[in-house]
């Protein structure tokens, strides 16, 4: 899949340790790894603002979207503009999923699944790892 933002792997690597990104963003983000349930910093923030791609810094969630799920992970009912995200089908684990990712870079994000509350009905399940915040101007 082609998006408008491409880099190697090396590139990608370089660009998050200057950010300053947790060591696992490069393989969540580029190699569709999977943090730890209940241990991502965004998990439990209620602040107000915007959850961003930490690879090229795309807005892609409010946070007036974000819901507590139970599930350990950021979780949002919406994204933030129809051309935000992108989705796929995978197959990696032992059911199909609907992988999440940047639609500028391509950066794994997390899964998407049905059974989030209205108004959309959906649960986009994010890594911590794959997200940068930007809180609102107070």
Not at 72 to 88: M, Q, Y
Not at 89 to 105: I, N, P, Q
């Amino acid at each position: 899949m082609n998006h408008p933002i491409q880099k190697t792997d090396a590139e990608w690597r370089s660009l998050l340790q200057a950010k300053g990104a947790e060591p696992l963003a490069f393989d969540v983000t580029r190699h569709e790894a999977t943090e730890r349930a209940f241990t991502g910093r965004w998990a439990d923030t209620k602040a107000a603002g915007a959850y961003t791609c930490i690879c090229c810094d795309k807005p892609l969630f409010r946070s007036d979207t974000k819901f507590d799920s139970g599930t350990g992970w950021p979780s949002f009912f919406a994204p933030l503009a129809e051309d935000a995200v992108g989705t796929k089908v995978d197959g990696l684990l032992w059911m199909k999923r609907t992988e999440v990712h940047c639609a500028d870079c391509g950066a794994h994000l997390g899964h998407v699944f049905p059974d989030g509350p209205a108004p959309t009905g959906l649960r986009y399940c994010m890594n911590s790892a794959s997200l940068g915040f930007k809180p609102d101007a107070t």
